[in-house]
């Protein structure tokens, strides 16, 4: 199944998903003109999954979800420390 990660900053503007979209669709389209059905309705099903995850249900994040994630992956596992320990390392 297809899965698209609408959490990644890539999706962010408008105007990258509208051109996901408008790519697949346009894709589909050439495809029929040619006379290439299966692959036109393959491209035109994931032109439409694409409009449904990227247009329809899109939730854009807060910048306080944004700020909040970046903090806890950058925050090390114990404080004091750096970089883990390599698990190889004997002492």
Request: hydrophobic share 50%; glycine share 8%.
């Amino acid at each position: 199944m297809l899965n698209i990660d609408t959490s990644h900053p890539l999706y962010r503007p408008l105007w990258v998903r509208l051109l996901i979209v408008g790519f697949c669709a346009a894709w589909a389209v050439i495809e029929f003109v040619n006379r290439e059905f299966f692959w036109g309705t393959i491209v035109g099903g994931i032109a439409a999954y694409a409009a449904y995850e990227l247009l329809v249900r899109f939730k854009p994040a807060s910048a306080d979800d944004a700020a909040k994630g970046a903090t806890e992956r950058a925050a090390p596992d114990e404080p004091g420390e750096g970089a883990p320990a390599d698990k190889n390392d004997a002492g």
